[in-house]
């Protein structure tokens, strides 16, 4: 079985990662009744980055220098994830974005541009909905909020078209219905939680090479005890609850960009009706995790958006 051991978790903590990338610090808040880890470096206006399953602040890693010559970029490990604290409850994508809004109060800033990948997009979408006077721009990453579409996904795949890759075919989704069974998940998983996160790297990743050991380290190291994973799922097991939050949210008025690689008709149908001026981009030649398997092309993109310039 493997086993990660204590040197190879020192070497994937978060103050041995904030040294690879030169003028980030890491920071804690206590905040809406959690502590949050984020990593903050940069100058210039404010971009929250938020990750999604299974990941952490470091899934943005790579496109968080450049972007630093921007912003003031501040990384958010969500409440339940890396070494972010775990409650009993609050994993609605509306209190986690309350968890945000009360970060970037407690950092000084009245207004910032929240982007997110994946459940952390859901969240970033929650929070320009419940706080837009204090949302300058919007960005989300493969994953619209939660609506009546996710309650259509269907529990068996088509005939002929869920392999080991996801390849063209409209992704089979499993770990949705697998992540709200309370209690066996982590029961199944812990101590070995790797097994889990190859197979969804090899499922969704064009280039397998583009999370490597190291990130694939710093993964496990993060979702390795039943706790973490009990915390984990619970963001799949509020959804939900989302769904029924999304239907009081209105239309957002501020700029969004949406980029997806295999969910981005999805986005781009769901996102656009809850908005008057989104920009769609189509990240081709990636899996799911686009800021890993396509960073220049991904950081290109939020830039120029941030700046105003045509996509």
């Not at 968890?99 to 969240?123: C, M, P, R």
């Not at 089979?172 to 199944?188: D, H, I, R, S, T």
């Not at 039943?226 to 239309?251: C, E, F, H, M, P």
């Amino acid at each position: 079985m493997h086993r990660i051991t204590k040197a190879k978790v020192a070497e994937v903590s978060d103050a041995a990662l904030v040294k690879s990338l030169p003028g980030f610090r890491n920071g804690y808040a206590e905040v809406n009744g959690v502590r949050l880890h984020y990593v903050v470096g940069g100058k210039g206006d404010p971009l929250v980055l938020l990750p999604g399953w299974p990941e952490t602040w470091w899934t943005f890693h790579k496109i968080m220098p450049t972007l630093a010559e921007h912003h003031t970029v501040i990384a958010v490990d969500l409440r339940g994830m890396g070494t972010s604290s775990r409650p009993a409850d609050g994993y609605d994508k509306k209190t986690m974005a309350a968890d945000i809004h009360e970060l970037v109060t407690s950092l000084g800033y009245d207004k910032a541009t929240i982007a997110g990948h994946d459940i952390g997009s859901a969240v970033a979408f929650a929070y320009a909905e419940n706080y837009p006077q204090a949302t300058d721009k919007l960005v989300m990453m493969e994953l619209p909020h939660p609506d009546d579409s996710l309650l259509t996904f269907p529990l068996l795949p088509a005939q002929g078209t869920f392999g080991d890759k996801l390849g063209s075919s409209r992704p089979y989704l499993w770990w949705f219905a697998f992540n709200q069974v309370n209690g066996l998940p982590e029961k199944l998983l812990a101590g070995h939680i790797r097994v889990e996160q190859d197979w969804l790297f090899k499922y969704f990743l064009v280039d397998e090479s583009s999370v490597d050991a190291r990130d694939r380290a710093v993964y496990e190291r993060a979702y390795n005890s039943a706790d973490a994973i009990r915390a984990s799922n619970a963001w799949y097991q509020t959804l939900t609850q989302d769904v029924s939050d999304n239907k009081s949210y209105g239309t957002l008025q501020m700029p969004v960009l949406a980029m997806g690689g295999p969910a981005y008709g999805w986005m781009k149908k769901v996102v656009s009706q809850k908005t008057v001026n989104l920009t769609a981009v189509k990240v081709e030649n990636s899996g799911h995790f686009i800021q890993e398997e396509q960073p220049e092309f991904v950081t290109k993109k939020i830039v120029d958006f941030l700046q105003g310039q045509p996509q």
